[in-house]
């Protein structure tokens, strides 16, 4: 029974406390809504607690929250009827509860609101790097770019950005260097004055090739010069010794000779004088030096402080010629030697220093020192300062200019413009200031190239015509002066072909090569030989003459060698030396010199050795040496100084004196230094930890005496254990996430916490103080970035006026609605100077007639400038050529000796009387033969009349057309059946010369 009624209790008990558990969760509709609001009934529970405390801000920075809620941890009231849910029988015991209202049966609402903080730093963040720019040199080592742009900029105190562009090399290979030489110097002088010499020009390297650079061309370049026969100048040999003096004092002569080597020949200089004579001797007899009496003291030189006063004596005889020395010709005494006062002295002022201000007007000082105080009442000293004003001048006031206008419209729509811009100046320059800079600037525009028509120059004149007779073929042309380009019209025909000169040829003589000279008809002393040469064409149709058809040249002109003549010895002079060993010399002379490679002459002089006993040599020594280093540095030592022995003493000489000297030195007391014993080791150290010191000593052993070295430090501390204990690292909370970094292209957003108490030795380390997401990732607009301009490349033409160009590359193309590319050529316009224009020449003409028919002439042609150099170009060469010609000797004609007495008439010869003569300069060198023997007619009355009167006529044309040749007439007779006539007709030559007119080009 007891266990039915205990059962039905604890059944009751279970279905109260369920009861009760559900109306406190609320699922009970028509009870108090305990967990939402805390009302019971209908009265706000939670209004009757108080607030909390607002709690800390939940972020460090930007903005977080902070919050509070009801203070529920005590009683609170009770509302409506008490309820008893009974006793309940436990173990025999009765438990009494009773409901409270406590933080976990009511739940109040809780209260945020925002907190204001610092902002957030925000660090930079930049975006990826470009690609690299082209290398701006293509070999040698050059730099190439990229860039990277900033995404995210720093804020409120965050990190910095980093480097924007990052340069590298780039074409390191070294670069091939071709050589490059300078001008052309002038011609040298010609290696010989005479008979051909050579002549040299030079060019130096300005750059050496290397690399593999082009080879530098010829440095040195040579011509001949002077062709023209030397004159031979006298030579003559060596002077010979001076003989002896005519006179051992006073004044004497000596002569000296020489003898001539070679004759002057073909107007070479005269030989110069064969003797010389000097004066010798001159010195004269020593004169001792005579002195008159001594004169009376003069005054005084100063009135106090101690004077001087002098009396002279006058050289009555100077001394002359090494007589002895004038005694001391003045006696100086002190005199007045009270004390005398003493005036202020002062040195000259100093320069003026620094103004105190650059313009303006400032203040500049000069000062000057006493270098005498005044003494004994002398005059006081004047002032030690002085100041002017300086710099006066207005101050300079600089330029200053206004930004740029923007660029007005391009000058051209093709072909290349100019586009300019402008800005005014604010501040003009006054008093030296700076000056304004350029005010326009203008860049080229719309380079595209313009359509260029080709456009040629006038015809030039017809040239030679190919052919001077048979018809030829001569040529005009025109140069282009615009060729076309960019789709212009083509260029018409540049030349021009005509036929001309259709005239019959006429036909030149010509003749075959000349023949091998024969033998000469001398083997030496001057011969003759001769060479010959054919017809091949013979002249037709007023063609030139057949020239001539033989040669004779003179051979063998070397002269006979004449070998040396020499006469006999002279007798010996006297020997040079007394003793010791002298010598002795004879000579001879030559007779007749060595000529033409005949034999050389023997020695002319000969020199024999005399007085070869020995000298007797005194001992001579050098200087002292200085003395040497003290043997030692107190206490006394010594020191030593030694000579050598330039010359030992031999047969009989003078002996050497003492070779070295010694002295005592340093004698005073040594200093005793202080000496100390060795370290103790180190003690403990004070402190375990946190930095101690530990210290060791040690002691004298020999005290500092006369002034030695004093005694070091008697202890010695160290600092130890100076590590600290290790502190491990304590952070605060997170904060809230910031702001997006970035508005596009993907941006961060942080969160952070702090370091409240920092690692330190070796404590654990701080966990991250900052939490990164990524936010706003939609794409930027990327604007076109572009590199630098490379450098100009070359221009297109050297000179005349030519372009170049310089480019850029885009690095980062446009992307996203990013501002588009600028240009990315530029050109300009370059080597507008003049083009070097070379020297040309024509063809040289032919030689002119020789200027003398025999013994050596020149012949000369010549050539005319047929475009002169221009803005640098090369110079003309020679315009005229000169040639020796005709060396061949000149024949002499045979003269004769006055002619003889007329002999008798002949009858029986034709009525003709003659008369004779002898040789006088025989003919040579094929000149004419003399003719011994006149004939001429004679008359006797009756008998021999002369029937015959002889005419000439007018005379012939010269030989040639141009320079010095000969002429002829011939005789006629009025009565041809007269043969008489016929054996006397002769014929007349007289040489003639026609003017050789200018040369054409």
Not at 689 to 706: D, E, I, L, M, Y
Request: hydrophobic residues 20%; charged residues 20%.
């Amino acid at each position: 029974m007891r266990f039915v009624v205990l059962l039905t209790l604890i059944v009751v008990c279970m279905y109260i406390s369920s009861v009760y558990g559900r109306r406190r969760r609320g699922e009970y509709g028509g009870g108090h809504r305990d967990h939402d609001y805390g009302n019971h009934g209908g009265k706000n529970v939670c209004q009757k607690f108080s607030w909390s405390a607002w709690t800390k801000c939940s972020g460090s920075c930007g903005s977080g929250m902070q919050q509070r809620s009801r203070n529920l941890n005590g009683q609170p009231p009770f509302y409506g009827r008490r309820r008893r849910f009974g006793r309940i029988f436990w173990g025999g015991r009765r438990r009494r509860s009773r409901q409270k209202y406590g933080s976990g049966s009511v739940k109040c609402p809780i209260e945020k609101r925002r907190c204001a903080l610092p902002p957030c730093r925000v660090d930079c963040k930049v975006g990826p790097w470009s690609r690299f720019c082209p290398c701006s040199a293509s070999c040698g080592g050059g730099r190439k770019t990229r860039t990277r742009k900033i995404i995210t900029r720093p804020q409120h105190g965050g990190t910095r950005c980093p480097a924007l562009s990052d340069t590298q090399t780039c074409n390191n290979n070294i670069c091939s260097i071709d050589c490059k030489v300078g001008p052309w110097s002038k011609f040298g002088t010609c290696s010989a004055s005479c008979g051909g010499g050579r002549r040299f020009r030079t060019r130096k390297i300005i750059t050496r090739p290397q690399h593999g650079g082009t080879r530098c061309p010829a440095l040195s370049d040579t011509q001949s010069c002077n062709k023209n026969i030397c004159s031979i100048d006298c030579k003559v040999g060596p002077w010979s010794k001076f003989g002896r003096c005519s006179a051992s004092c006073g004044g004497g002569r000596k002569t000296r000779t020489r003898k001539i080597i070679t004759r002057p020949q073909h107007g070479g200089t005269r030989c110069p004088a064969l003797s010389d004579t000097q004066s010798c001797n001159n010195n004269n007899c020593p004169i001792d030096c005579r002195v008159g009496p001594w004169s009376k003291f003069g005054r005084c030189s100063a009135s106090c402080g101690g004077g001087r006063k002098t009396r002279t004596r006058k050289i009555i005889t100077r001394p002359q010629y090494g007589g002895t020395k004038c005694p001391a010709l003045t006696d100086t005494q002190t005199c007045n030697k009270n004390i005398c006062s003493i005036d202020c002295k002062v040195g000259p002022w100093s320069k003026f220093g620094r103004c105190s201000a650059s313009c303006g007007g400032g203040r500049k000082t000069r000062t000057r020192k006493i270098i005498t105080r005044p003494q004994h009442g002398g005059t006081r000293c004047p002032a030690l300062s002085d100041t002017q004003s300086c710099n006066n001048n207005n101050c300079p006031i600089d330029c200053r200019v206004g930004p740029w206008s923007k660029f007005g419209r391009c000058s051209a729509s093709c072909g290349g413009g100019r586009k300019t811009r402008t800005r005014k100046i604010i501040t003009r320059p006054q008093h030296g200031g700076t000056r304004c800079p350029a005010l326009s600037d203008t860049q080229s525009c719309n380079n595209n190239n313009c359509p260029i028509d080709c456009r040629v120059g006038p015809w030039s004149k017809f040239g030679s015509c190919s052919a001077s007779c048979g018809g030829g073929r001569k040529t005009r042309t025109r140069k282009i002066i615009t060729r076309p380009q960019h789709g212009g019209t083509r260029c018409p025909a540049l030349s021009d072909t005509q036929s001309c000169n259709n005239n019959i040829c006429q036909i030149d003589c010509r003749v075959g090569p000349w023949s091998k000279f024969g033998s000469c008809s001398a083997s030496c002393g001057g011969g003759r030989k001769t060479r010959t040469r054919k017809i091949i064409t013979r002249p037709q149709h007023g063609g030139t003459r057949c020239p001539a058809l033989s040669d004779t040249q003179s051979c063998n002109n070397n002269n006979c060698p004449i070998d040396c003549k020499v006469g006999p010895w002279s007798t010996f002079g006297p020997c040079s030396a007394s003793c010791g060993g002298g010598t002795k010399k004879r000579t001879r002379t030559v007779t007749t010199p060595a000529q033409h490679g005949g034999q050389a002459c023997p020695a002319l002089s000969d020199t024999q050795s005399c007085n070869n006993n020995n000298c007797p040599i005194n001992c001579q020594v050098g200087p002292w040496s200085k003395f040497s280093s003290c043997s030692a540095s107190c206490g006394g030592g010594r020191k030593t100084r030694t000579r050598k022995i330039i010359t030992r003493p031999q047969h009989g000489g003078t002996r050497c004196p003492a070779l070295s000297d010694t002295q005592s030195c340093n004698k005073n007391i040594c200093p005793i230094d202080c000496q100390v014993g060795p370290w103790s080791t180190f003690g403990t150290c004070s402190a375990s930890c946190g930095g101690g010191t530990k210290t060791r000593s040690r002691t004298v052993t020999t005290p500092a005496q006369h002034g030695g070295q004093a005694c070091p430090a008697l202890s010695d501390t160290q600092s130890c254990n100076n590590n600290n204990c290790p502190i491990n690292c304590q952070v605060s909370q997170w904060t809230t996430f910031g702001l997006c970094s970035a508005s596009c292209g993907g941006g961060t957003k942080t969160r952070t916490r702090t370091v409240t108490t920092p690692e330190q030795y070796g404590g654990k380390k701080c966990p991250a103080l900052d939490d990164t997401q990524s936010c706003n990732n939609n794409n930027c607009p990327i604007d076109c970035q572009v590199c630098q301009w490379s450098t100009f490349g070359l221009c297109s033409a050297s000179c005349g006026g030519g372009t170049k160009t310089r480019s850029r590359t885009v690095t980062t193309p446009a992307q996203h609605g990013g501002q588009a590319c600028p240009a990315l050529t530029d050109t300009q316009s370059c080597n507008n100077n003049n083009c070097p224009i070379d020297c040309q020449v024509g063809q040289w003409t032919t030689f002119c007639p020789c200027s003398a028919s025999c013994g050596g002439g020149t012949k000369t042609r010549s050539r005319t400038v047929t475009t002169p150099a221009q803005h640098g170009g090369q110079a003309c060469p020679a315009l005229t050529d000169t040639q020796s010609c005709n060396n061949n000797n000149c024949p002499i004609d045979c003269q004769v000796n006055t002619w003889g007495e007329w002999g008798a008439c002949d009858t029986a010869n034709n009525c003709r009387r003659q008369r004779t003569t002898t040789v006088k300069i025989p003919a040579s060198n094929g000149g004419k033969p003399c003719n011994l023997t006149q004939v001429e007619d004679c008359q006797i009355p009756d008998v021999c009349d002369l029937e015959c009167e002889l005419q000439y006529k007018d005379w012939g044309p010269c030989s040639v057309t141009c320079g010095t040749g000969t002429r002829t007439r011939i005789t006629h007779e009025p009565n041809p059946n007269k043969s008489r006539c016929n054996q006397f007709s002769t014929t007349q030559t007289e040489a003639c010369t026609v003017e050789c007119a200018p040369s054409k080009g």
